[in-house]
């Protein structure tokens, strides 16, 4: 008797101890996380320096939610004096010359929520066409474009919903070229400055969103028709590739261009070289597409993604290609492709950038 008075205050101060523990742990969980200081983040961005051979995780300093929600899309960019991710209301700035990768968040003033280089320092800007620049070594941000809704609506009145609601033009491309013109796309259409943004003029109608690149003063852009080129700062727009679909992406590589078109037969995306400036192009990365077989089971839902070409970059000597299944790295311009090992975390996806020779990768969470 006396051993079992003795075993049940130690069962009940058990159960005291254990349920003290179990509210502790519920407290911690409740508590709100800081933004941006979690040593445990991982798997957000990566960089190479060695050709895509090896991976470094260069994510600690990010915060915690980004680890979740990931980046925005076309969210990463990278130059010679930082690399750049936007995310949230601002966005992080890492020195990529500092031996130790860290992270910077710089708010913006306003509600802007994409940032890109400008030719005089960065630009930032929203959808409803507020810009903002941050001329190179100064610390503040500066209205620029004041004019561009006033002048843009009194050119271009079609009723999407942007401007049925706001009487407004949704800002979606912002490209400044080396020569200072200044191109704005919006829902519909393309419009073009050259003398700063004082005056705007229309050239191009019936696109949406339209990344532009600029290589010896020819410009490329994707379109809803494949990719378009201009030899005269955008003044006027040719159809040079197309395969039926959307212009997916256009880059800048040594000697000319890389583009990646939708083919609305085989319902795949393809990749293109072009040698001379955007004048004819030639396909290559044949065997990067998915498979008959692939892209049946994708469809009947047995795989979430397929692996369609998203994304191509040069780093040097190499061709990067961005696939649904994984990385690629051509050192012959596409003729043919290796496979680079890349930590396995579910990705379907990358966006790339690329600085000397040092590529940046965020690898995409969702399809």
């Known amino acids: 008797m006396k051993r079992l008075l003795l075993f049940i205050p130690a069962i009940f101060l058990g159960v005291f101890l254990l349920n003290s523990f179990v509210l502790t742990d519920k407290e911690v969980k409740k508590a709100p996380t800081k933004e941006g200081k979690s040593l445990s983040i991982a798997n957000i961005i990566f960089k190479s320096a060695d050709g895509g051979q090896t991976w470094q995780d260069i994510s600690n300093g990010l915060p915690e939610n980004l680890q979740r929600e990931g980046v925005w899309r076309g969210g990463l960019f990278a130059d010679d004096l930082g690399l750049y991710l936007r995310a949230g209301n601002g ?9 130790t990768p860290f992270w910077a968040k710089e708010m913006f003033p306003g509600n802007q929520r994409n940032i890109i280089p400008g030719k005089n320092g960065m630009l930032a800007y929203d959808l409803r066409g507020q810009f903002l620049q941050k001329p190179e070594g100064t610390n503040s941000w500066s209205p620029i474009y004041t004019n561009f809704q006033e002048q843009a609506t009194s050119i271009d009145k079609t009723e999407d919903w942007m401007y049925k609601n706001y009487k407004e033009k949704e800002v979606r491309t912002v490209f400044e070229t080396a ?5 704005v796309g919006s829902s519909n259409s393309l419009f073009r400055s050259t003398n700063n943004g004082k005056t705007w003029k229309q050239v191009h109608v019936g696109d949406g969103r339209m990344q532009i690149v600029e290589s010896d003063g020819v410009l490329l852009t994707t379109s809803k028709n494949g990719i378009l080129r201009s030899t005269n700062e955008g003044e006027n727009w040719e159809p040079v590739l197309s395969e039926g679909g959307l212009g997916i992406a256009v880059e800048r590589i040594d000697g000319g261009f890389a583009a990646i078109v939708y083919n609305t037969i085989t319902q795949t995306n393809s990749l293109h070289i072009s040698l001379d400036s955007g004048k004819t192009w030639k396909a290559i990365g044949e065997e990067l597409k998915p498979s008959w077989s692939g892209l049946l089971m994708k469809k009947i839902g047995l795989l979430k993604s397929s692996s369609d070409i998203l994304s191509v970059k040069q780093m ?3 061709l990067i290609c961005g696939c649904a299944n994984g990385l690629f790295r051509s050192a012959d311009m596409g ?3 290796h496979k680079l090992s890349f930590p396995a975390i579910g990705n379907t996806g990358f966006n790339l950038s690329v600085a000397g020779n040092v590529i940046y990768v965020i690898p995409n969470k969702g399809c």
Not at 91 to 99: G, L, M, T, W
Not at 179 to 183: D, E, K, P, Y
């Open 91 to 99: 966005f992080y700035r890492s020195d990529p010359k500092s031996a």
């Open 179 to 183: 020569a200072g013109t200044v191109l």
């Open 335 to 337: 003729k043919t492709w």
């Open 316 to 318: 040097g000597k190499y």
